[in-house]
């Protein structure tokens, strides 16, 4: 059974940081590439981040470049997102996914295990 269990979502003010954690059961974690995306009330899920499956490749959207880092410990099968310098606009429920292969991707379709989610509220 695959599981994706995503953590480390809450409240937080404007400028301040979280870091999320996915792990990955039932599956070689070293084989997916892992991608975070969002969603807002009343919005559509877009990406934020993703990581190739050995961590050599990231790739942001403009709207978080430089304030969120995706990383990976295939020993821990768990990815993260740091996301620094939060702005009430970053609220929204994160999800954690995995794609098979082992470049990154942007896109929703290539990802086939998805996370429950998290909440992040950023107050102003």
């Known amino acids: 059974q695959v599981q994706l269990v995503e953590s480390g979502g809450g409240l937080v003010q404007a400028g301040g940081s979280l870091r999320l954690s996915c792990i990955l059961s039932?599956?070689?974690?070293?084989?997916?590439?892992m991608g975070w995306f969002r969603q807002a009330p009343g919005k559509e899920r877009e990406f934020v981040a993703t990581?190739?499956?050995?961590?050599?490749?990231?790739y942001y959207p403009d709207s978080v470049k430089g304030r969120f880092t995706i990383s990976r410990d295939n020993a821990k099968n768990t990815v993260y997102l740091q996301m620094n310098s939060l702005k009430p606009e970053d609220t929204a429920v994160y999800y954690c996914?995995?794609?098979?292969?082992?470049?990154?991707?942007?896109?929703?379709?290539?990802?086939?295990?998805w996370g429950q989610g998290t909440q992040v509220t950023v107050s102003s």
């Open positions: 996914a995995a794609a098979s292969g082992v470049g990154g991707t942007k896109y929703e379709a290539s990802y086939e295990y």
């Open positions: 039932g599956r070689t974690f070293s084989s997916y590439a």
């Open positions: 990581i190739s499956a050995i961590g050599g490749f990231t």
